[in-house]
């Protein structure tokens, strides 16, 4: 896989990430100050956690494509300055 692959599945895995990540604090704060208390609660506590967990997935998904997407663009360097050199 190209380098420019990985750095587009990292992009687009951060976004998700984030974005589930701030989707898990905003239901928290939304069943704790807006939901009434007797309120069944636990449905929100299901997808907050579910949430939580997949954002953090994604996050630490694109860090690994990040590192991959790192290793590929300095492998491409090394090969051009030794073609540099040989020639």
Known sequence: ???NSHHERYFIKLLIG???LI??????FYSIFEL???NDWYFWAI???FLL???????LSA??????????????????QKSMAGD
């Not at 690994?64 to 090969?79: A, C, G, L, Y």
């Open 36 to 38: 009434p208390k007797d």
């Open 1 to 3: 896989m190209s380098g």
């Open 47 to 49: 997808v907050a956690a």
């Open 53 to 59: 967990c997949a954002g953090i997935y994604f996050c």
């Open 18 to 20: 984030f974005g589930s």
């Open 63 to 80: 860090f690994v494509h990040k590192i991959k997407s790192d290793f590929s663009r300095r492998q491409k360097q090394r090969e051009a």
């Open 23 to 28: 989707g898990s604090v905003l239901i928290t």
